[in-house]
């Protein structure tokens, strides 16, 4: 997390966001998890738990990419972001 590594990493995990919460967003949404990103945990698990939460939530999972997945694996994201944004068009 970029405040955590401002702080030198010594900072906590930020709180996990409580399902009712989650349950609460009626957007379409779209959910990218590093594969190697270590704050989320298993990015499989974070998945599952999106999917069960989230009512119009599209989750990927970013190969060889990390926290910063845009930097990582820059073609997928941006193939995902645009696939997700024009697909009603």
């Given at each position: 997390?970029?405040?955590?590594?401002?702080?030198?990493?010594?900072?906590?995990?930020?709180?996990?966001?409580?399902?009712?919460?989650?349950?609460?967003?009626?957007?379409?949404?779209?959910?990218?998890?590093?594969?190697?990103?270590?704050?989320?945990?298993?990015?499989?698990?974070?998945?599952?738990?999106?999917?069960?939460?989230?009512?119009?939530?599209?989750?990927?999972?970013?190969?060889?990419?990390?926290?910063?997945?845009?930097?990582?694996?820059e073609e997928f994201v941006n193939?995902?972001?645009?696939?997700?944004?024009?697909?009603?068009?």
């Amino acid at each position: 997390m970029i405040a955590t590594a401002c702080r030198g990493g010594n900072a906590p995990p930020p709180d996990k966001i409580k399902d009712k919460i989650l349950n609460n967003i009626k957007t379409e949404t779209l959910l990218l998890l590093g594969e190697n990103d270590n704050p989320i945990g298993v990015p499989e698990k974070a998945k599952l738990r999106a999917e069960e939460c989230i009512p119009n939530v599209t989750v990927k999972i970013v190969p060889n990419a990390g926290h910063q997945m845009n930097v990582d694996n820059e073609e997928f994201v941006n193939k995902e972001l645009l696939n997700f944004l024009l697909k009603d068009e």
